[in-house]
């Protein structure tokens, strides 16, 4: 961006810094300054912050003309009084924005002077600052990585929010866009509130007799909680009387919490007040992880890339992270039960903390996850909560589809969001099922997400048959089963993983297994318990098919669920010759469990079996390596469900499979993989974690280094692959792209 003349009225810390930080970064020629007070137009002038300027109010129409793009930085009360000294000056073709932390009253100021609400003008706020004000405060890195929000409004032409967009950009901060209401509503309750509780906390106690002592005494949490009480009073002032309705909204919220905690404590309410303390816990840390990109938010996550040094072999004892499936069920019967369950190996990974948020927004209690411990205050099937906003799900298609069923007859409406590959994926196969039942589903075109699910009607039990295998449809239906009136009944075309039938029974809830049939009858109760999650077969699979393909390798997995639903990849591999063999078998919680000792075996193509199919779904990506590594053709089909998963596993891992050197031959429900010599590379995983996962283990038995792109995903599945991965013998490395 290249400003030749920018005008800034009000000198002080945000309007220097901007100057500062134009300057710096070359955009601004020639930096014009008007305040009405004489010294900061003084100081700006011999600090360099400004090249000309003036306190003359009658110099201020000159200013005006001359300049491209008006920055106005005085306090909100005053730029009404601004806008009516400017608007006889100022040309159509001059831009003009503010930032002011009140947009509403910006706005109404500006349709008060102008009538009609100038197209040239772009409202903006930076969230930075400072406790020091003027000018000689101003810095050039003040905006660097802060938040600028914008609030274009629709007689703002695209050309102007541009524009207002490079210059923020130019003084390093992030441009976001907000609507002008949302602003305020949401500036009330991150800024606004938290400067009123510290101006009131210092007040008080500096009026007690004690307060010597208290402040004395004060540790280092009270007087960075009260550092803001050093802000300036007159400009504070001015915002809670320009944003008087949305600050007296979210004070009149926080009022109704602290009431209910001073209940608690006077009452002695444990349970009260440890559920509050755990979501505050869990929601700050949940709100850091965002800020730092980690989270299942709708930011923009790192890019992160995989290199992989080819050769070597895997050895030792591992054990993977818990059961993906099963810990997203444990959470949801956990809360819906009576009592407190108690689950050890979780799995921390983004898609499980998905559903535990989910519950958390919902008025759960949950203390964790610990290392793997969650304790759940269940409120039993019908104690959930209205959500305050749409359950975001992140990458999650298990969550949205589960609670789905769960959330068909609560009293309340929700909305399921996810992120942008969630936001792809059918959900017609849960929506219309539901339907059938009774449940009120909006979906976007195609049956895509978001789903809005309303509230407050009556499910009728059905008998219904999947048209194709699916555990995630049928425990969907399931779960709806548990509030419908009368039975029903799940008839699936193949086996699927029954990890909801075994749960719920292990919660105390009759379910009916009739060969392929699954029944509930509605109105039953859950009963808490403990649950011990197994280690995820899905995550250990990679670990199994590298010993299958890495000469030298000798790997035992510890602690895997064998579940018979689960066990494809399996029996797929002993077909094609592994050397693989079960361990130490034991049931826990119902749920079989072994360890898996896997030594590396010359592999042959084989035919696979249609039968295992639905039992090794979320396993072909690591199965097409082993394929891609064994002498000969493997064929499968009867995988169409493969087509929509985070991505389209079968064209996806073919396109990868080719540019390292393997013929492949995709069909509409399957693929040929002839076994060859695997060569180097760089593979997309469009932002799949088990094609990630699955290429990194390919380069043990590649001929050059692989890498693999938008691997940010992985975490979602399994949290320390990179470093387990490394522990075993794969020489990876994640590396942040620019």
């Known amino acids: 961006m290249n400003i030749n003349r920018l005008l800034i009225i009000g000198l002080g810390l945000i309007g220097g810094s901007v100057a500062l930080a134009l300057k710096q970064a070359g955009s601004c020629q020639r930096v014009l300054g008007y305040d009405i007070k004489p010294d900061e137009v003084e100081a700006g002038l011999a600090l360099g912050v400004i090249d000309e300027g003036s306190a003359d109010t009658s110099v201020l129409p000159e200013l005006v003309r001359a300049a491209d793009i008006i920055l106005i930085a005085v306090p909100v009360v005053r730029i009404q009084q601004v806008f009516a000294q400017i608007k006889p000056h100022v040309s159509a073709h001059t831009l003009i924005t503010d930032v002011g932390s009140c947009k509403s009253s910006v706005y109404d100021a500006a349709c008060a002077v102008w009538e009609v609400y100038p197209a040239n003008l772009v409202l903006g706020h930076p969230i930075a600052g400072s406790e020091k004000s003027g000018v000689r405060a101003a810095k050039a890195d003040l905006f660097d990585r802060h938040k600028v929000i914008l609030t274009p409004v629709d007689a703002n032409p695209r050309t ?126 949940h709100f850091s992880k965002i800020l730092d990109h980690t989270a299942y938010s709708p930011m ?110 609560q009293t309340f409406d929700t909305e399921l969001t996810g992120d942008t590959s969630l936001s792809k994926r059918p959900m017609g196969r849960v929506a219309d099922p539901l ?115 890495a000469p030298g390798s000798d790997i035992t997995l510890e602690h895997v669920g064998i579940n018979p639903t689960r066990i494809g990849v399996i029996n797929i591999l002993k077909l094609m010759g592994a050397d693989l063999e079960l361990l130490n078998q034991k049931s826990v919680g119902g749920e079989p469990v072994a360890d898996i000792r896997v030594r590396y075996a010359p592999l042959h193509g084989i035919d696979i079996p249609e039968d295992q199919v639905p039992l090794a779904i979320d396993e072909f990506p690591a199965l097409f390596i082993a394929a891609a590594c064994a002498q000969g053709t493997t064929r499968l089909r009867g995988a169409e469900e493969l087509r929509v998963k985070e991505s389209d596993r079968i064209q996806v891992m073919a396109d990868g499979l080719t540019t390292l050197g393997i013929e492949c031959q995709v069909y509409a429900d399957g693929i040929d993989i002839l076994g060859g010599h695997l060569q180097g590379g760089e593979v997309a995983s469009h932002e799949d974690h088990r094609i990630a996962m699955s290429f990194t283990v390919a380069a043990l038995r590649a001929q050059g280094q692989i890498t693999i792109h938008d691997c940010a995903n992985v975490a979602t599945s399994f949290p320390g692959f990179v470093e387990l991965a490394r522990r075993a013998g794969i020489q990876v490395q994640a590396q942040t792209q620019a």
């Open 300 to 409: 923009d996550t790192q890019n992160i890339r995989f290199q992989v040094t080819p050769g070597g072999q895997v050895t030792g004892n591992i054990r993977v992270p818990g059961d993906k499936s099963i810990s997203h069920r444990s959470i949801m019967l956990g809360a819906l039960a009576e009592g407190c369950t108690k689950i050890s190996g979780f799995l921390e990974g983004e898609d499980s903390l998905a559903t535990l948020q989910a519950f958390r927004d919902m008025g759960v209690s949950i203390d964790g996850p610990y290392a793997g411990q969650v304790t759940i205050q269940g409120v039993g099937l019908h104690g959930l909560k209205a959500p305050a906003s749409a359950l975001y799900l992140g990458n999650s298609g298990t969550s949205m589809r589960l609670l789905a069923g769960l959330l068909a007859a």
């Open 435 to 549: 339907r059938l039942m009774g449940a009120h589903i909006d979906t976007n075109e195609g049956g895509r997400p978001p789903l809005k699910i309303r509230g407050g009607q009556t499910l009728t039990g059905m008998d219904y048959v999947l048209p194709m295998a699916s555990a995630q449809v049928k425990s969907c239906l399931l779960l709806a089963g548990l509030y419908a009136q009368g039975q029903t009944r799940v008839t699936e075309p193949a086996p699927t993983r029954d990890h909801t039938e075994r749960m719920l029974q292990g919660f105390g809830y009759q379910v009916t297994r009739e060969g392929a049939s699954a029944q509930v009858e509605g109105g039953g109760c859950l009963s808490a318990c403990e649950i011990d999650i197994p280690a995820d077969i899905s995550s250990a699979t990679f670990f199994m098919v590298a010993a299958c393909i």
């Open 160 to 285: 102007a929010i541009e524009q207002i967009t490079e210059l923020w950009a130019a003084c390093g901060a992030q441009v976001l866009c907000m609507q002008v209401k949302r602003h305020d509503e949401v500036l009330a309750r991150t800024s606004h509130l938290p400067h009123l509780l510290a101006f009131s906390l210092v007040d008080t106690l500096a009026r007690q007799d004690t307060s010597l002592d208290i402040f004395r005494y004060a540790a280092g949490g009270f007087r960075d909680f009260t550092r803001i009480a050093a802000s300036d009073p007159q400009m504070w002032h001015d915002i809670f009387l320009a944003n008087r309705d949305a600050t007296l909204e979210a004070l009149d919220e926080f009022t109704q919490g602290v009431a209910q905690l001073r209940t608690a404590v006077a009452q002695a309410d444990s349970t009260a007040l440890l559920s509050v303390f755990t979501r505050a816990k869990s929601a700050r840390e």
